[in-house]
């Protein structure tokens, strides 16, 4: 089995590719702005590290969100695109999901906060626990909201994402190494999902409408 995974629901364009037994081979790439540009030759350089073609890949992974819609759908047209080429299944893993793994691998806390950049001076966030396997846990759903709305109690936990490094006097707990999703995590999550029989939709979280709208659309408003 040879896992690809892709992520580009935050500032970083990620690309890991995880063969049973070993260990991912990872490429990332950061620049928020570029998800397009940078996204295929970043897998065709990763699958070469790891001495893949792109006819070896079994699965494909891929970060469902949330994330600024833009950034988000290069990643999920692109994976369902090579599923379709390929004849693979494609399996989504919510991208806070894989945030919360890091965030609980970097602290000795039971309960972690993510918080990523929604842009208009809002964050994508979620809350979780360390489960009994030691795993996240989601304890809420993912949501879009001004950091201010979040309650004080949510922002003292320990808090992975760039929200701690866009309103530093907001969040109590950042884990400063935790900042954008790390695509062999998100490989990982997904060969466990699977291997549990965990369904993993592909559907995008935008949580929002995107900032382009149709001229029928402007017309409506």
Do not use: K
């Amino acid at each position: 089995m040879l896992t690809l995974a892709l992520d580009t629901s935050t500032s970083a364009i990620g690309v890991a590719v995880l063969r049973d037994g070993e260990e991912p081979v990872v490429g990332v790439e950061v620049n928020a702005r570029a998800h397009t540009e940078l996204l295929a030759p970043l897998v065709e350089r990763t699958l070469a590290q790891a001495g893949a073609g792109v006819r070896d890949v079994t699965d494909l992974a891929v970060g469902t969100g949330p994330g600024p819609f833009t950034g988000l759908r290069v990643g999920m047209v692109t994976a369902v695109t090579m599923g379709y080429a390929l004849d693979v299944p494609v399996h989504g893993v919510c991208s806070l999901d894989v945030l919360a793994e890091q965030a609980l691998a970097a602290t000795d806390a039971d309960e972690v906060l993510v918080a990523t950049d929604a842009r208009r001076r809002e964050v994508y966030w979620a809350r979780y626990r360390r489960g009994s396997d030691g795993a996240a846990e989601a304890v809420t759903e993912p949501a879009v909201e001004a950091p201010t709305g979040l309650p004080a109690e949510v922002r003292a936990l320990p808090t992975a994402g760039r929200g701690p490094l866009l309103y530093a006097d907001l969040f109590e707990a950042p884990l400063a190494d935790v900042l954008d999703v790390d695509p062999g995590v998100l490989a990982r999550v997904a060969a466990r999902r699977l291997a549990a029989g965990t369904p993993m939709p592909v559907e995008p979280l935008y949580l929002r409408r995107p900032d382009a709208l149709t001229t029928a659309e402007r017309a409506a408003r």
